[in-house]
C-alpha cells in the first residue's frame, strides 16, 4: 500500500512531469512508411478501481503517477467528497490496480451511480448523477483578474516544461497557476484524470482555486468547464477548441472561459471583464515552431 503523494518538483513547480519516471512510457518497436525497423516511446495505459470506503465507484484508465490525489481528486469533482470530509486514509495496491479513500463519513451512493453520462473526454469520462448540483450553487470571484502579461508569461513557461508529452505524445496537460506562475502540472491520457489530479491536489494541500488560473491542453468541453468550476477557478485557458454546451455552462457559471491561445492570440468566449489587456503585442514575437504543440492538434 502507498502513502500519499510527495512533492517531486521541478524547477518553478512544485510538482511538475517526469518523462523519465519508471512505468509511464516504454519503447515497442514498428516499421517506418518505409518499411524499416523503427524504435518509439509510447505512453502506458492501465486500469485503475476506485472505491469510496466499501463501495466500488468506477475503473479509470490511467498512466498510473499520483493514483491517491487522482483518487481524491475525482470524488472531490463529482461531489462524492464534501468539504468538510475527514480523509482518515488512501490505500493503493499498484499490482491489484486498486484505490481505496476511506472517510470518518459513512457513505452510500448506489442511487447516485445509476445515473451517469460518458463525457465526451478521451478514455472515457464519466460524470455522475447530481454532480451539476453543486455546479450551480458555485459562485466564482467577481473581483479576480487575468492579466494578458501573465497569460503570455504561462504559455511560454507551460510549453517549455519537459513533459511526457513531448516524450511520448498521446496524453493530455492539466496546470495549475497563479498569476504568472505555474504551480503544479499533471498529465494523464484522459484529460478528465488531469483535471482530477490538480484537484486531489488542491483538497490533500487545503488550497483555494479563488485566485488561481487553471491551463489544459485539452478541448474545452463541458466536463472540463464543469470540473474548473467544481474546483472554484474563474479562469480557464487551453490551446485548443471549444464546445458549445462547454461555452453555455462557462457563461452561466460566469467563468472566464479562453481557447486557442497561441503565442500573440486567443479567444475569449465567456468572463472577458476579468481580462486586463497589459501587453503591447506588437512588441512580442511570434511563437516560435517549437512552441507550436500541446492542444494545437486536437482542434
Not at 483538497?203 to 468547464?225: A, H, P, Q, W
Not at 453555455?248 to 467563468?255: E, V
Request: aromatic share 6%; with cysteine; glycine share 10%.
Amino acid at each position: 500500500m502507498s502513502a500519499l503523494t510527495k512533492p517531486d518538483a521541478g524547477p518553478g513547480y512544485l510538482i511538475a512531469p517526469d518523462p523519465d519516471a519508471p512505468g509511464l512510457s516504454t519503447t515497442v518497436t514498428g516499421h517506418d512508411q518505409d518499411g524499416n525497423p523503427v524504435e518509439t516511446r509510447v505512453v502506458t495505459e492501465r486500469p485503475l478501481t476506485l472505491y469510496l470506503n466499501r463501495q466500488e465507484i468506477v475503473t479509470m484508465m490511467t498512466i498510473g503517477d499520483h493514483p491517491d490525489l487522482l483518487a481524491v481528486g475525482y470524488l472531490v469533482n463529482q461531489n462524492m467528497l464534501r468539504s468538510d470530509d475527514e480523509i482518515t486514509a488512501i490505500d493503493h495496491d499498484e499490482e491489484l490496480g486498486v484505490v481505496v479513500v476511506r472517510t470518518a463519513r459513512e457513505t452510500d451512493y448506489e442511487t447516485v451511480l445509476q445515473k451517469k453520462v460518458r463525457t465526451s473526454g478521451c478514455a472515457q469520462g464519466t460524470v455522475f448523477g447530481d454532480v451539476m448540483d453543486g455546479f450551480d450553487r458555485i459562485a466564482l470571484p467577481h473581483d479576480a483578474v487575468l492579466r494578458t502579461s501573465w497569460l503570455h508569461a504561462l504559455t511560454r513557461a507551460i510549453n517549455l516544461t519537459p513533459s511526457l508529452y513531448l516524450a511520448a505524445g498521446a496524453i493530455h496537460g492539466c496546470v495549475l497557476c497563479e498569476r504568472d506562475r505555474p504551480l503544479v502540472y499533471f498529465e494523464d491520457v484522459g484529460r478528465h484524470n488531469a483535471v482530477d489530479k490538480v484537484a486531489g491536489w488542491m483538497r490533500m494541500n487545503g488550497i483555494d482555486g479563488g485566485d488561481k488560473i487553471f491551463y489544459t491542453t485539452g478541448r474545452l468541453t463541458s466536463e472540463m468547464v464543469i470540473k474548473t468550476v467544481m474546483m472554484g477557478i474563474p479562469v480557464l485557458i487551453s490551446r485548443s477548441g471549444f464546445t458549445a454546451w462547454g461555452v453555455d455552462l462557462a457563461r452561466q457559471a460566469g467563468l472566464t472561459l479562453i481557447g486557442r491561445a497561441r503565442g500573440k492570440r486567443f479567444t475569449v468566449l465567456s468572463g472577458n471583464d476579468r481580462i486586463v489587456r497589459d501587453m503591447d503585442w506588437s512588441k512580442v514575437a511570434d511563437e516560435a515552431p517549437e512552441h507550436r504543440r500541446k492542444g494545437a492538434r486536437d482542434d
